[in-house]
């Protein structure tokens, strides 16, 4: 058992580690999140009723942009460096370490902003019943957002313009999630009640972590050859 | 041992013209006939298009986008379905062919989707007002025509051709998974947020005839893909198995010719 | 025991070798030679399952290793040419993490030991970032200092960047490595002093 | 017959910048992806043939080309 | 004359030499911007009324942030594979070819967004007499966001989360042309007319031109030490 | 000449040298040796200018080099450790953008014959991210072949990844460059094959 589990805490905790070592990156993405956030006010115009009208789309739209664009790192330090290869050469399983890096991933970079997006739907106006219904939409997206999004990042490792062929593989993917979870704060401040799109996103989130990570493993595979 | 198993027996399995050498000149035969049913379909598709079916009630004349819209819809559809199901055989089985397959039909499934979106623009400006709405069923559309740019950048981006077969094959399969997801995500999106205000204006009870021309040109349209596709798919075989002999042969026969 | 039968590497439209065979017995040191572009890197990776030939197979002590990658994994250390640095980490942190994902359970003050051992006794908590050219590869080879039971080392160039010292400390672990059993092969333009002297394979030899 | 006149159904009971911009398009896509086709297929074949001169002329005798033993 | 534009031509060819064999990415830069515009009406809804009057700032956002994510490259990859030192090694001055690749940058990545811009508004319905209007907003607004962008893209050369601490120092500098960019739409929709907004940024973009160069030789100089 | 004059570089909190003085004069080959990380790699920086000493001062002909950096720069081929290649371009364009962009004026026959003088004449128009280590350094080095008058050739480790033959031919180059007058200041590892031996300067001796 732990030693089946090696690969898979090694990793875990060394991205941890990374991620707290170069903890400007997490911040970074988080300002990202902020920033793009408060420059709608500027690009729109600042009415209020508008403002609180397209605030849920507003704040899923940047937090799935914020993922997206962290997501280009995800495995191109250790491609770059050398590290994959040797990770394919461990004996264990490759699906156990791609799950460490992604779930390690989230915890760097998703979870923060699940925690801050409260605050900016403040900045909003949003009404506050609606806030733990936009925390839970983006603890359930975001995951699935990640998984999703690393099966791209494998399969563009290495490539020109990598990060951007990033986003078109993996936008219209993340299209359904973006749906629901806007849906969901929506349809709470519609009151028409959220449950069905909360279930929706944690069926997503089930079949995402079942699927992704064998693609994301056979991805990196391809990749390195 | 291993030699045998990657070369698939040449008796009498399904699977013979998974070969490319077999498969090579087969396309080459069969190609001109579909493109021949093509145009013959075409042609009468638009005879009944125009000349035979009558105008419709309550569009007018605008509705005759339907004999080609609605098959390139269809078309562009299927043709996503069918490059999944290329690039999970080859997956599975190993077969260079499949993938090449897959790779060949991409940019007609993407030109068939570019047609329904044009085509779905012109006719919503007289219809509705404008040329797009966020109509569940044209948004969605509009996302498998990035589905289909992805696939093309990917397997473009990469130069080695195994490394693009394997990954276009990954995405394509990950697409298809997708696209019902995203089909029934977006048809909810849209009825949550506004009630029925824009959907397709169905004429009450199609005319025989229109709808006849409407299958004639999906007949037309199949006709075309399987033309193309195997036209594609000739070169990419030889590019690929250059190194083989009977292409050594091919190209002994084309020297002089090109 | 490694077993490779009519390899041939296709790159674009070259023909890097064909039909190469190789054996390796236990205890053996087989060093790959050639001059520049003639598929040593190519066939190294090859051999390590990385990449797949174009034709042949290869064999670990009888079994396939495409059908049998986990237990040929477990026996294989590979170096190339990217020493699998990470630029935030410290060698030490490095080191072990590339045991830990390799799946070997290596003690700490091993660790410690090996990086000294090799040079780095000042360099341990630096980041990666700011060490020299011949350390950032010290740490990839202290790898094969831990004395960890891996009996295949395939190494890319391991001398490069290295001064004449590590490279004659290097030769004396390599040359142990052999005589106790273990298999290297290895790639190199520069002469190091082996116990004993490799057996050369030169690809401009096979060359297609 | 549907149409009164030639000119009635060239303007499609005036929706014909509609209709016909349709038919057109699509005609153009079609003939620039069939055009795009024989291109391509053109561009292949020339490069292998020249590569196959290539080998032909001796060089290095290192390029490719030779078959490979499956 | 011409010696000392040598350093200035070789660049700016090469540069667009790099885009035109890696146009991939260029197209890729434009399909992330059509992409990130297409994502807004799933994230506020389709409304059309709604979407109507969000389209000059929804627009505006995705061309600011598709420049954005492309600036990390611009530098990027001369400095991992060492041409930049060698560029700062030529006895002409720096500023230069800057300059040159400020330009070829521009012309492969901005361009194309400028070009494809009205297309895009058309989806949103916004009424046919804007859309110059927005072009030539756009036009002058993206090579001062390219200028500025890189400076930042300079002084963050090499710096892990280099991309997202780009994001961070040039965001606040990008917020003045997104306000006079969407401005000048909105005015002319709103009837105002566009003039005073075109004039600001016609003078921003002189003056980012006289100044940006200087800046970013200068950061580039640190940054390779 | 290169003259300096008492430099002392500080890398985090270690001293690597100080009081370094050196001098070269036309027609003198000089190698920076030292074991790994005694800092020729941050002498050699200093002395192009790209890096700023902490104390001491350069000189070129008698002029300052920070005071008078363009002359200087006229003057001065540097190659480092990174090869200064860009993966989408060819040898070719690689080669002819280095020229421009140095400022040198080359046609684009003489830059093929340099290429295909180092060996490259196969790998013409493969973009250079598939070459070998072997060609990626040949592509960099391709510069020194192209009879440019610029006197001073400042080069770090020009013989990593090479092959023996190509070691051969590049020493042969080096000596030829200063038995025209010209300077040569590199470090390495490995012996080559000079016509005259280099002054040595030992960082391990000098050092702080
Ligand atoms: C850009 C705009 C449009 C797009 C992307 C689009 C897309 C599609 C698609 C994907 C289908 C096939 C759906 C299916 O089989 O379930 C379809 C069918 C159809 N479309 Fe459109 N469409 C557009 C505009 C329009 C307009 C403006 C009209 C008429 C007012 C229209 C009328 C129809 C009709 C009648 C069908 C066949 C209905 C059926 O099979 O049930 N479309 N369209
Ligand atoms: N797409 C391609 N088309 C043609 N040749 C290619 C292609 N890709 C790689 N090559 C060639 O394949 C060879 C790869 O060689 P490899 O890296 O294995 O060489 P090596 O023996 O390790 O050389 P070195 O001593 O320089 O490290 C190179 O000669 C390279 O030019
Ligand atoms: N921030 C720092 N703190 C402590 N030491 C540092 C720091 N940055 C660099 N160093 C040390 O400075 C030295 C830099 O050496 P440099 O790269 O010049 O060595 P070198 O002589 O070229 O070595 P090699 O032969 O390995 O190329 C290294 O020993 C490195 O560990
Ligand atoms: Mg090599
Ligand atoms: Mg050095």
């Known amino acids: 058992m732990s030693r089946t589990l090696g690969p898979f805490a090694a990793v875990l905790r060394r991205d941890l580690l990374l991620a707290w070592r170069g903890r400007a990156d ?43 664009l962290s997501l280009h790192r995800l495995f191109a330090q250790d491609h770059a460096d050398g590290t994959l290869e040797q990770l394919l ?35 909003f106006d949003v009404e506050q019943g609606a806030l733990g219904v936009l925390v839970l939409s983006l603890a359930l997206g975001t995951p699935i957002l990640a998984l999703l ?57 089930l079949g995402a972590l079942a699927l992704a990570p064998v693609a994301c493993a056979a991805a990196l595979r391809i990749a390195v050859e | 041992m291993m030699k045998e198993m990657k070369r698939p027996e040449r008796g009498k399995s399904l699977f013979r013209f998974a070969a490319p050498q077999l498969f090579y000149p087969l396309a080459g035969a069969l ?77 007609t499934g ?49 130069e080695d051709p195994r490394r693009a077969d394997k990954a276009g094959a990954i995405i394509a399969l990950v697409g298809a998974v997708n696209v ?79 | 025991m490694l077993y490779a039968a009519d390899l041939a590497c296709l790159k674009g439209d070259r023909l890097l070798f064909r039909g190469l065979s190789l054996q390796v017995a236990p205890g053996a040191m087989l060093r ?37 990658r986990e237990s040929f994994h477990r026996t294989l250390l590979y170096l190339g040419h990217a020493p699998a640095l990470n630029d935030l980490l410290t060698p030490l942190e490095n080191l072990r993490f590339a045991c830990a994902a390799a799946g070997d359970d290596v003690d700490e003050d091993v660790c410690v030991d090996a990086l000294v051992r090799i040079g780095l006794a000042d360099q341990l908590d630096l980041p990666a970032r700011v060490l020299s050219q ?30 004449a010292a590590a490279v004659a400390d290097l030769a004396t672990t390599l040359s142990d490595h052999c005589a106790a059993g273990g298999v290297v092969i290895l790639t190199t333009h520069q002469d190091a002093p082996f116990a004993v002297p490799p057996t050369v394979l030169d690809l401009s030899e096979v060359a297609a | 017959m549907q149409w009164e006149s030639w000119s009635a159904f060239w303007q499609m009971g005036g929706a014909a910048p509609f209709v016909w911009g349709s038919y057109g398009i699509t005609a153009l896509l079609v003939a620039g992806e069939l055009i795009m086709v024989m291109h391509r297929r053109k561009d292949a074949l020339r490069r292998l043939l020249r590569l196959r001169r290539a080998r032909a002329g001796g060089g290095s005798g290192r390029r490719a080309f030779e078959e490979i033993v499956e």
Chains 1, 5 share one sequence.
């Open chain 2, 31 to 107: 190609a001109p006939w579909f493109a021949g049913a093509a145009a013959v379909l075409t042609i009468i598709g638009l005879w009944l298009a125009f000349f035979v079916a009558p105008t419709d009630a309550q569009q007018g004349e605008v509705y005759r986008v339907i004999f080609i819209h609605v098959p390139a819809a269809w078309m562009s559809m299927f043709v996503y379905l069918i490059m999944a199901f290329w690039s999970a055989v080859g997956l599975v089985m190993n077969t260079r062919l499949s993938f090449m397959m897959a790779r060949a039909l991409a940019p």
């Open chain 3, 32 to 68: 790959i030679a050639g001059p520049n572009g003639f598929g040593k890197t190519s066939l190294l990776r090859i051999l390590c399952g990385l990449a797949h030939p174009e034709a042949g197979e290869i064999r670990w002590n009888g079994r396939s290793i495409a059908s049998d």
């Open chain 2, 110 to 158: 993407a030109m068939f989707c570019v047609v329904a979106l044009v085509t779905g623009a012109l006719w919503g400006k007289p219809t509705w007002g404008a040329y797009w709405v966020w109509d569940a069923r044209l948004t969605s559309q509009l996302l498998l025509l990035f589905l289909y740019f992805g696939f093309m950048a990917l397997t473009e981006a990469i």
């Open chain 2, 180 to 258: 019902p997801i995203i089909y029934f995500s977006v048809k909810w999106w849209n009825t949550l947020h506004q009630g029925a205000s824009v959907s397709l204006t169905k004429a009450p009870s199609m005319a025989a005839t229109m709808l006849a021309g409407m299958l004639v040109m999906a007949l037309a349209s199949w006709a075309y893909t399987i033309a193309v596709t195997l036209w594609r798919v000739r070169p990419l075989i030889l590019e690929r198995e250059r190194h083989a002999e009977w292409v050594a042969a091919e190209l002994d026969a084309l020297e002089g010719r090109i």
């Open chain 3, 134 to 163: 011949g350390q950032r590869r010290r740490v990839g080879l202290a790898r094969l200092f831990l004395g960890i039971r891996r009996s295949l080392w395939v190494l890319d160039e391991p001398f490069t960047a290295l001064d």
């Open chain 1, 26 to 68: 997490v911040l970074v993405t988080l300002a990202f999140f902020v920033v793009v956030v408060c420059l709608f006010p500027f690009g729109v115009g600042a009415e209020t009723n508008q403002l609180r009208s397209i605030a849920p789309g507003v704040l899923w739209v940047a937090a799935l942009l914020a993922t997206l």
């Open chain 1, 89 to 123: 050469l461990s004996p264990e399983p490759t699906v156990l370490w791609v799950v460490a890096k992604i779930v390690a991933h989230w915890i760097a970079t998703g979870m923060p902003l699940v925690l801050v997006a409260p605050a900016l739907a403040l900045l």
């Open chain 1, 149 to 205: 999004g690393a099966v791209g990042a494998a399969l563009t490792l290495g490539l020109r313009g990598g990060g951007m062929l990033l986003a078109l593989l993996v936008l219209p993917l993340f299209v359904p999630v973006l749906i629901f979870g806007a849906g969901a704060v929506d349809s709470h401040l519609s009151g028409t009640g959220a449950d069905a799109h909360i279930l929706l996103l944690g069926g997503g989130l």
